[in-house]
């Protein structure tokens, strides 16, 4: 395999997403690696290569090839041998959570244990073997994402679980819009909610978790849980996930909910979610072939550029997703932003039929026709609510547009900027 050139020689790099790259692209343990372009600035012509997916850390993942390499078939079975032991831990790994939940009744699991070194759930008589392991009594099994300790590398498995506030408003909006099956991709703490709920016969919500988390294995059902890549729509066991997959998404009154980490590409995330659409109209009658899969993709505000040009047709809507374990993804009485959480919903689901919480401060713009944020007031000029980020932006005449507060206008810039700044830079 080789390396990248050095920082000096470095430019730029693309990712190249088509529907053929992903089928004819060779892999590594974490499925199909994408396709890349590198440009350069001395004027070389660019060179595209494959890289995973799922990590944009080589340290993390160390596959790498240029696309014009050519590769002998000694080196491919090398490959797929690395490959097969590679990826081999996460299925193992799945198939022995998955046995440890079959194998538990009620009263056994009231007794568990978790050890925070291996990630493991265990009964009492096994403790010996986690006698140099940090451990804990388990809890409430039905909420693992109350005792695991999440992963926040935030290029490849940052965990970042939804507040109980946000957990409760987004189930009920579920609800309140006639939803009756979720299909979470990447938002366990939502997945445990739904299924908490069912168990007390108090939700009418179903849901299937796809994360790529092999712990939560140990927790839900084969028929809850599949092992998955949202960055190349890859199972890591696919034969018996992509089935439960494919019959979760012939399910009526289904919706899409996706938190995926968010230093993810979201031209990417937006293939994925592009199959996902496209395999729930091939499995469902002719009357959804011209329509999409009514989604929810979390993500931060200051993304909305990409994800419109990923996804025109989703709507950036003014509610604010708090996380429990991120310090500046908070509303401000939980100790975080003093502007809130810059976390998003996008959704191609019709912004007036979204019934943001009145007590919170959210109110309903007629003009706009979506509900709004207390902060976002209505530009006559602009001809809309036009706050991003949590502020009452303010209207210059001069640029034709409403901006941040605390910008100004430069005359030799011809834009509103920060007092103080390098023009012409």
């Known amino acids: 395999m080789q390396s990248f050139h050095s920082a000096k020689e470095r430019f730029g790099v693309d990712v190249c997403v088509t529907n053929e790259d992903l089928t004819k692209a ?26 995973c997916s799922a990590s944009r850390d080589r340290k993390d993942c160390s596959f790498f090839q240029w696309e014009e390499e050519k590769i002998s078939e000694a080196r491919k079975k090398a490959h797929k041998e690395i490959i097969k032991k590679s990826r081999l831990p996460f299925i193992e790994a799945c198939h022995k959570y998955q046995s440890i939940f079959e194998s538990l009744d009620n009263l056994q699991r009231k007794k568990c244990l978790f050890c925070h070194s291996c990630g493991l759930l265990f009964m009492p008589k096994e403790k010996g073997k986690h006698r140099t392991h940090e451990c804990e009594q388990a809890g409430d099994l039905r909420k693992p994402t109350v005792m695991m300790r999440p992963r926040e590398n935030e290029k490849t498995q940052a965990q970042y679980f939804f507040s109980r506030k946000a957990t409760k408003f987004i189930a009920s909006l579920f609800e309140d ?8 991709v990447g938002t366990p703490r ?12 108090d939700g009418h919500l179903d849901s299937l978790l796809m994360d790529v988390d ?11 849980f599949c092992l998955y890549n949202m960055f190349n729509h890859f199972f890591f066991e696919s034969v018996t996930s992509e089935k439960v997959f494919q019959d979760f998404l012939r399910r009526e009154g289904l919706v899409l909910v996706m938190d995926p980490p968010f230093g993810g590409l979201a031209e990417v995330l937006a293939h994925s979610v592009k199959i996902i659409w496209d395999q729930w109209r091939k499995v469902n009658s002719d009357e959804f072939k011209d329509k999409e899969l009514p989604t929810l993709w979390i993500f931060p505000y200051f993304m909305e550029p990409h994800v419109k040009a990923a ?15 991120h310090p500046h993804f908070k509303s401000k009485n939980m100790k975080g932003s003093k502007r809130g959480s810059p976390v998003r919903i996008f959704t191609n689901i019709n912004a007036a039929d979204i019934v943001l919480p009145a007590e919170e401060g959210y109110r309903f713009c007629k003009s706009c026709n979506r509900y709004v944020a207390p902060e976002n007031i209505h530009c006559g000029k602009c001809n ?23 910008l100004e206008h430069c005359m030799t810039c011809d834009r509103c900027d920060l007092k103080g700044h390098a023009c012409k830079r």
């Open 214 to 224: 092999f712990r939560y294995a140990q927790f839900f059902p084969s028929s809850k």
């Open 384 to 406: 809309g609510c036009m706050s991003k980020d949590g502020r009452q932006y303010v209207h210059c005449e001069m640029c034709g547009k409403c901006v941040k507060p605390g």
């Open 190 to 201: 939502l997945h445990e909610e739904i299924q908490c709920s069912r168990q007390t016969s």
């Open 26 to 51: 060779p892999e590594c343990p974490h499925g199909p690696m994408l396709l890349f372009e590198r440009f350069f600035k001395d004027g070389r012509s660019p060179r595209r290569f494959y890289a």
């Open 311 to 325: 996804l025109p047709s989703l709507t950036m809507l003014d509610y604010k997703v708090d996380y429990d374990n």
């Open 177 to 184: 819009l006639g939803f009756k099956n979720v299909l979470c």
